[in-house]
């Protein structure tokens, strides 16, 4: 009498079976990913290279009721000089993050630069806050550009630290209107159309 068992085969699918089972796994991969993707976080996980995260030109404005506290940050110009946010108090300020090698903050500056000629007069005060370059890569930007006003260096990321309730990691460029108490009026997230900028510090500035 044989008593010799046969070996075991290992299961197989039949083809309509495993299509079902990858069905109902897409399926869930697609439920998980029910949530809005967070275009910054796909950026930042992208590893291309490009060392910025484009924003998507998303404005944020904030009534006055709903402002948090008024930004607390130092900071030094390329020319040595030490700058206080406790200096523009009673000025709408203008912050614009950038470095020369994004090219949203190259396309903008043009416009920045024209603002901040439009609006000298009214007491805005305009600030680049430059996350990487040297002195001598920076001033080639300004020069470049034609812009005029003066920018933090704030290659240790002191800057960007304090005020890291307003501005994402890496979210190069980013632009914010402070009003005359130093509080966020307003924030574009991305490349700062001209109109928009503009109608934005207007309305800080004609805030009573």
Not at 92 to 101: H, I, P, Q, R
Not at 168 to 175: D, E, G, I, N, Y
Request: hydrophobic letters at 40%; aromatic letters at 6%.
């Amino acid at each position: 009498m044989n008593t010799h068992q046969p070996t075991p085969r290992p299961a197989t699918l039949l083809p309509g079976r495993r299509g079902l089972l990858l069905s109902a796994a897409s399926a869930a991969l697609l439920l998980a990913g029910c949530a809005a993707p967070d275009t910054l976080a796909a950026q930042a996980r992208a590893g291309d290279n490009k060392n910025y995260i484009a924003g998507d030109g998303s404005v944020s404005e904030y009534a006055t009721g709903a402002r948090g506290a008024a930004v607390e940050m130092s900071g030094v110009l390329y020319d040595g000089t030490a700058v206080s946010s406790a200096h523009w108090k009673g000025n709408v300020t203008v912050l614009n993050v950038w470095y020369a090698g994004c090219a949203p903050c190259r396309k903008e500056a043009p416009d920045l630069e024209a603002l901040h000629q439009a609006f000298k007069d009214d007491g805005v005060r305009f600030y680049g806050i430059n996350v990487r370059d040297t002195a001598a890569t920076a001033a080639a930007f300004e020069r470049t550009f034609g812009t005029t006003y003066p920018s933090l260096n704030d290659s240790d990321g002191g800057i960007l630290l304090a005020l890291s309730d307003h501005v994402p990691p890496r979210a190069v460029p980013t632009t914010l209107i402070l009003d005359r108490q130093g509080k966020v009026a307003a924030r574009v997230l991305g490349l700062a159309e001209k109109s928009t900028l503009k109608a934005l510090i207007t309305s800080a500035l004609n805030e009573s």
